[in-house]
């Protein structure tokens, strides 16, 4: 025990906890002014940035599998194609499909927007979200605003 005698530890802890406590008490001292480029660590600033770090680990673990869930955009592709092409896929498109000969243009082109809109729901539905429109772009917004909301769950410096 580095030449320490058990007699000798609780007089030694005594010293390190009055040492701790006069520098914490220093620290809150608010008469004290270091200047504005100084943060002193306290007790109110570390809960705060406790809180910070708590949310923004949350924030990204939810991320992580939130991303970790979504398919390739190979199997995307895989289940987009075996979903158009299943009965209930071919249904829905002839359902789509069918219009009547004499259909004004622009009728057609709203059956038309509202049938893909249809199938763009059948889709997510049966496949989830399109893996492309997730990509560096989307990651880094994400991850901006899990870094905002972390900041303001830790709120303003005492």
Same mark, same amino acid.
């Given at each position: 025990?580095? #030449? !320490? @005698? ?6 030694? *802890?005594?010293?390190?906890?009055? &040492?701790?406590?006069? +520098? ?27 809180? #910070? !770090? @708590? ?6 673990? *939810?991320?992580?599998?939130?991303? &970790?869930?979504?398919? +390739? ?86």
């Amino acid at each position: 025990m580095l #030449g !320490l @005698r058990p007699g000798r530890l609780i007089p030694l *802890a005594v010293f390190i906890a009055a &040492a701790v406590a006069q +520098t914490s008490a220093e620290a809150q001292d608010p008469a004290v002014n270091y200047g504005p480029d100084v943060l002193v660590i306290s007790t109110p600033v570390l809960t705060a940035l406790e809180r #910070g !770090l @708590r949310t923004e680990i949350a924030l990204r673990e *939810a991320l992580r599998k939130e991303l &970790a869930a979504m398919k +390739t955009p190979e199997q995307y592709e895989q289940c987009k194609l075996a979903t158009v092409t299943s009965p209930e896929g071919m249904s829905l498109y002839q359902s789509i499909m069918t219009v009547p000969d004499n259909i004004a243009p622009d009728a057609w082109r709203r059956q038309m927007t509202k049938g893909g809109k249809v199938i763009e729901a059948f889709l997510l539905k049966k496949c989830g979200a399109d893996p492309v429109a997730f990509g560096d772009s989307y990651r880094q917004a994400r991850l901006r605003e899990i870094e905002r909301r972390a900041a303001d769950a830790a709120g303003p410096i005492p």
